[in-house]
């Protein structure tokens, strides 16, 4: 035991040696890696600065001349979709190519200006509304409306009974779907696309209520880095829009005006989400009460791991991976009309779920079609029943996306 007692400090010395040996070669690996990053993130910037657009002076005067604005000699076609899903600001991209694609062919310059919406992709374009999901899908055709019936939400006195059942109102009804990838996430899609008119009255006629609501899954398309965690990357994004349906427009503009509003479920439903979309840009307590509900069919004809069928239907409160954009999207039919957006950033998830969500979507995604419902949680008894705010019924994961460089740029 004497002899134990003396050899004890010659261990920890041992110990504290090894302990420093690793605390140099962790050091001295982080700083390589970071070494590298600050030498590929120079890189970046000195392409963009060689790959920047001719002026606008010379462009202008192209168009203007009726020739197509042409490409700058140290960019080819590849460099230049590089140069654009890399760009830091995705608002600018429709800004900096003049929108040829989007546009008559016999449009003048003039036309051409940042007032005029016409360069502006319609939302909705890149997929196709599916009649029939029991049928063949073909690679662009990827959702539906979705039924009610198929979410089971919060009832009346949920604080005590715990009950929970389908919901009988919606306050929006999809009217189109994006399936969108791009090396970087783009955001506040609703600013960058020109939305289907029909079904929105005049200015007069609306309530405070957003006429649009875009809700926006930007998922993760790469392995994600246990080293380094990134909140962007390569992006695979699932756009749907909503438009206000008739009902709740009127129930708002009673609410509005302060008029003996109806008591019921609707009411309830109308207020909290009049309430969240005061609060929730401005207040991270009440951004939070947003829900993802998720309901996938046959999970295990699928094949899909028992330990996430449990899951299935379970609401996600969206908290720190979302994100509120709002403001005037311009409509198909002319003029513009009040948008609100919730985009989820599955990039800023945990480093095992977005491990797990790329594995999901590698080997099972594909085989799948899911409903997915949007939801405030409500958490008073006035606020009950839950309602939807809207949902979608699609494949799970398209078998065909547009590039963000194709679609929000215009073709040359």
Known sequence: PAEALQDQPAFFKQLLVVWGFCWILVSALHSTFN????????????????????????????LASGAAPALAP?????????????????????AEI?????????AKAAS???????HLPVAGSSTKRASDFDGALSPTTVWDAAELSQFEL?????????????????????????????????????SKVMVDGAGIPAAKHRSSLPEVFIAVL???????????????????????YFRLTARARELARLLDEGSASPPGAEMAAVRLWRTWCRKAPVDDEWKARFKLVAQADSLAEA?????????????????????VFQGNANLSGGGSAAYIGLEVNFHRFPYVAKQTFV????????????????VIEAREEDELPEALIGSVRLRAKPARATRAEVFFSPQL
């Open 35 to 62: 070494f590298d990053r600050a030498v590929h993130s120079t890189l970046t910037r000195a392409r963009k600065s060689f790959s920047s657009p001719p002026p606008d002076s010379l462009r202008g005067s192209r």
């Open 74 to 94: 140290a960019q080819d076609p590849d460099e230049l979709s590089s140069s654009l899903v890399e760009l830091d600001n995705p608002n600018s991209l429709a």
């Open 98 to 106: 003049s929108p040829l694609r989007h546009a008559p062919a016999q």
């Open 112 to 118: 051409f200006s940042s007032q005029a919406p016409t």
């Open 154 to 190: 919060r009832l009346n006195n949920y604080a005590k009974l715990k009950q929970k059942g389908a919901p009988t109102f919606s306050l929006y009804e999809c009217v189109g779907l994006d399936a969108i990838e791009s090396a970087k996430a783009v955001t506040d899609i609703g």
């Open 218 to 240: 930007h998922l993760n398309a790469d392995k994600p880095s246990i080293m380094y965690p990134a909140t962007d990357g390569a992006t695979f994004s699932v756009v749907a």
């Open 303 to 323: 094949g899909f791991p028992s330990v996430f069928q449990s899951w299935n239907g379970k609401p996600v409160l969206i908290r720190k991976c979302g994100s």
């Open 359 to 374: 594995m999901l979507q590698q080997d099972y995604l594909n085989k799948m079609a899911a409903s997915l419902g949007y």
